[in-house]
């Protein structure tokens, strides 16, 4: 999911410390002081993470929020869910946190402060099977539903890895600094690298309808492989802003969002994209369901309702 946002939590504005309550609702004035950095959807419920490891929920498509039950965290960087109820989130000290009961309460079952590697993003790719990734080729898996970790190496110079894209059953792509490329055809069993369109950083990558892929990254480049990571075409994006997140809707529609308010919104599974005007310049981290015909970006104000352009 958001893998950008260690790279640029230190541009956003900086939150006043202890605004949330440690339990129970929000105030809207409260969540839109929030740096908020990931958000999936666990059943009808959004689970958000961000600073500080505030998780925030919602179960009314983004109308109102409250905060969930969860150990004192550093800042959370990515948010996955295996079903409705199992959970994982990562961020920085390499700190992994699993919920069971759809996001409400939150327990840590891994960390690794010494190392110094953030955590960028976690997939599961089963309700057993699990990978967390993130700085300095950090990257870490769970064969037990995310009780228990352990460490490989799957990137030669130990660059950050920044986002994990499970296309198929078997079938993954990591993204990251550099340009980076890593595809694994044995859902992770092995690795490798493969020639990247691009020298800069991408930050993630979303799975189209038809299972295509699209990655984003610095200076919204974005590209699309038909072919599982292996090859790449440049997408038109004459939007410059770097592009931190996105994702699938339940139609298919695919929105990316990133730095100065930008927001793309794709409905040929990626083969296009055009911008949506969203009234700020603020960051936007990444890109979740809302209510019908509407988006939630989450960022730098919390989680912003977007209604998005009627299909022609």
């Known amino acids: 999911m958001i893998a950008a946002a260690v790279a640029t939590a230190a541009a956003l504005s900086v939150q006043p410390k202890d605004i949330l309550p440690e339990s129970g609702p929000l105030a809207p004035a409260t ?8 958000a999936a959807r666990a059943g009808k419920r959004i689970v958000t993470v961000g600073d500080r490891g505030y998780i925030v929920l919602s179960d009314d498509d983004g109308t109102t929020w409250r905060r969930a039950k969860a150990p004192a965290a550093p800042l959370l960087t990515a948010v996955a869910f295996a079903d409705e109820r199992r959970g994982l989130a990562v ?34 790719l089963d309700g057993n099977t699990a990978i967390a990734i993130g700085a300095y080729g ?33 079938s993954l792509v990591i993204v990251g600094e550099a340009g980076t490329i890593l595809v694994s055809a044995d859902a992770g069993k092995a690795w490798s690298s ?22 984003y990254g610095l200076r919204g480049r974005i590209y699309r492989s038909t072919d599982k990571g292996r090859t790449w075409k440049q997408i038109d994006n004459a939007s410059p802003p770097s592009i931190m997140g996105g994702a699938r809707l339940a139609d298919g529609t695919i929105v990316l ?16 994209f055009v911008p949506l005007a969203t009234g700020t310049t603020k960051v936007f981290a990444t890109a979740v369901a809302g209510a019908r015909d509407q988006v939630l970006l989450i960022g730098e ?12």
């Open 31 to 38: 969540l839109a002081r929030l740096l908020l950095i990931d």
């Open 91 to 124: 961020g920085h000290d390499a700190v992994i946190l699993a919920t069971s009961d759809g996001g409400e309460t939150w327990a840590q079952v891994f960390s690794a402060p010494a190392e110094q590697r953030p955590l960028l993003d976690v997939a599961f």
């Open 138 to 170: 950090a990257y870490y898996e769970s064969a037990d539903g995310g009780k228990t970790w352990s460490a490989r190496k799957v990137e030669a110079e130990d660059k950050h890895l920044n986002g994990i894209a499970r296309i198929d059953a078997a």
């Open 194 to 215: 493969v020639a990247s369109p691009y020298k800069g950083s991408l930050f993630g990558a979303v799975v189209t309808a038809d299972g295509s892929l699209i990655a």
């Open 257 to 272: 969002a990133g730095a100065a308010g930008a927001a793309l919104v794709s409905r040929d599974n990626g083969q296009s």
């Open 301 to 312: 104000t919390g989680a912003r309702p977007l209604p998005l352009p009627a299909v022609k």
